[in-house]
DNA sequence: ATAGCGATGAGCT
DNA sequence: GCTCATCGCTATA
């Protein structure tokens, strides 16, 4: 048995519980007209303008960060480094600027159609973990900014999923973000091995 | 107009 | 563990 997600769900208010409570979803992409899926195994939370590892601190409301201040419900893809497309979920109710970042998956369907993203032939952890390479894997990129995460090309369901080993810690790669570093905002099933880094 | 840098990943040691 | 590719976003002027 599964359930889709509904817009309403990503309007939680706490952006952690949320970060949290996505650990085990299926999520799925039908892009291409190829359909990947995978069970969630690493997110983070991004807490609006009050965390300053956010791209929303203070508000900052600029060309890229504007989908953020929209309810919940719809991809937030930046790229990163010039070269990775980054995936997050919007969450909370219009002007809060709350995202989830989805960092791992392990992958459930779309194992060749993942690989030949990838440019990869094995089936290791490296195909669908860490941010860029879960995106690419799933054939997201920019252009799927502000898509709804309750549509036929994206969307995520609740399985009967049980994560058996959740562990929460710091997020990764914010060292710039002062007495916020160390919030235990990323959160990862560490019973799977499609994990970034332990 | 432009300098500085980033929510990363791959490859090599 | 270390280097570096690669370019859009942001702040500053």
Redesign the pocket.
């Known amino acids: 048995m599964s359930l889709t997600l509904s817009q309403s769900y990503f309007q939680h208010r706490d952006v952690v519980y949320l970060a949290k409570d996505l650990i085990g979803k299926k999520i799925t992409t039908c892009i291409d007209g190829k359909t990947t899926s995978g069970i969630i195994t690493e997110t983070?939370a991004?807490a609006g303008c009050g965390d300053k590892?956010?791209?929303a601190h203070l508000g900052?409301f600029?060309?890229?960060?504007k989908v953020m201040y929209e309810p919940g419900g719809i991809a937030y893809v930046?790229?990163?480094?010039?070269?990775?497309h980054?995936f997050?979920i919007v969450t909370n109710t219009r002007g809060n600027a709350d995202?989830v970042?989805i960092r791992a998956v392990e992958p459930l369907e779309g194992f060749d159609t993942m690989r030949k993203r990838?440019g990869k032939e094995k089936l290791d952890k490296?195909l669908t973990s860490?941010?860029?390479?879960f995106s690419k894997a799933f054939g997201i990129s920019k252009t799927h900014n502000e898509m709804s995460v309750v549509s036929k090309e994206l969307n995520i369901e609740h399985i009967s999923y049980k994560p058996k080993n959740l562990v929460e810690t710091k997020r990764?790669?914010?060292d710039?973000a002062e007495e916020d570093v160390d919030l235990p905002w990323r959160f990862y099933d560490n019973s799977s091995k499609f994990i970034?880094i332990k």
């Open positions: 983070e991004y590892a956010c791209h900052r600029t060309e890229r960060t930046y790229l990163c480094y010039g070269i990775h980054l997050n995202a970042l990838r490296a860490g941010p860029g390479n990764i790669g914010i710039y970034s």
